[in-house]
């Protein structure tokens, strides 16, 4: 499908030293490839490549080591500026934008941030700065849309000869970290532990640095939404039908949507909502798709969303082939009207994402595509974009910069070591693998082809009294410096929740949804 608007800006890769990646590792859902804005003329760009690798003592026993390549691309020339190699120890994700041109950087345990135009001057834009470490096996990294949170889920690391380490019951450990950008210096970034919580499995925890959303099982394909603020207070939202579990995803501080089932089990209705309890549009696709993953660009009131156009139907927690997926979608939406404002088709897909990127600014869009790069010009936003813009940022909750503590959310007492995931009783969350996080080949082996562990499309969590737990968190490292190469009635709290409406057009029913682009 070709985008609508202008034509996009290409920078044919091939020239500076861009490798593809084969499709194989991309349907099993390895990261290998990614794009993001820098500032508005340069790009950041990273792709694996052939390298022979020697084996180094401290490496793990389970470690899949490759090379990645970095470009630091001057988009106004379509010229090189910078260029560096990591050594990276697994497949997962590895490299997030903090904004104002900083970017964090996962090599194993080992997260580290650097900022590529302050450093350019000195000659070394890839100068590193390690945040933090830890010696257990990194499972799921997830960044906030507002990038002011970071949740680390981790595992105890296999031994050689020993087996699993025991980790009890719940042996995914969830640590939450903020992140705060130093004083009158836009590229020194502080990283504070602020809460730690355990799992029976990796989550696609749908929260930001304010509190998280839940999606609470009413029976009869009924969903009640919460938002649940980690100061303690509980935002009552409006019900929500769906034959599925919905998953959910914040993109903006007082706005998230919903993948849900409008009948059967694939999700095939997106809908968006905001805190006030209200339902802002709904959108149906026609296609069996897995794997969504979503860019956030919420100070423009936009989002992207990836998904696999699958021709096998939709089954997120299955393993890929190249020949199961027909294309990879990407939609560019304006968050309160629903409204389409680019969609591509590529092939070959990247089932992790990352091969896509939406400016801070929201009005550029990246993605590489037939071994180039290619800046899309996203429409300019209207007065009517700028006062929902605004309005969502002022119904956002109060700024929290306390714990991030699910126990407080839960009522129950706030956790002083780490304790079972605590969310309201019913709450459904998305594993890993079902979400934005694919699952990927077990470690050690080859990728190419290999199939995915199986995963639970969805996790039943409840509250849990037992609080042992052994496992430290992820230690914060003192800054090292590497080179790298609506709520209910108050008077009537008893109440029934109302059903939702389109606050912009209430008296509706049914719904209009935003007719999919053609495909």
Known sequence: MLAKGPEPRRIPLTPLGFEPVNSKFLAAGSSLLTVHFVDDTHALVTFAVHRLLKRLPECAPDDDDHTIEALLVDTSHGSVVARTEWRLHDHRQYLWSLGQGVFLLRAGGVISTFAPMVNLERNQPFLAHTVMETDRKVEVVLLSHDRRLLTLETSARRRSGAGEIPDGDHPVQIDFYRIQFAE????????????????RTGVMLPNDSNGFVSALDQGRGQWAFDFNEYSGKKHELALFDSSCPPHTSLVSPSEFVALACPGGTERKLLAAFNL??????????????????FAFAPAAGRFALSRMITNSGSGAGASLVPEQIDSQSITVYQTDSGKQLLTLDLTPAARAGGNFAISDDGLSFAVVRNDSLEIHALPELSSKDRAAVKRAFATAPQAWEGPVDFAVTAGATPMQQPAPLNVPAGTTLPAAGGMQAAQLPATGSSGAGSSPANAADSVALAPAADTSGTARPAAVAPPKTTTASGDPDPDHP????????????????????????PQ
């Open 494 to 517: 008893e109440a029934p929740r109302a059903r939702p409406t389109l606050y912009t057009m209430p008296t509706d029913s049914p719904h209009p949804a935003p007719p999919e682009a």
């Open 276 to 293: 006030s309890g209200e339902e802002m549009w709904q959108q149906q696709f026609y296609r069996g798709y897995d794997f969504p993953v």
């Open 184 to 199: 009158g210096s836009g590229a020194v970034v502080k990283v504070v532990h602020s809460g730690v919580a355990r799992a």
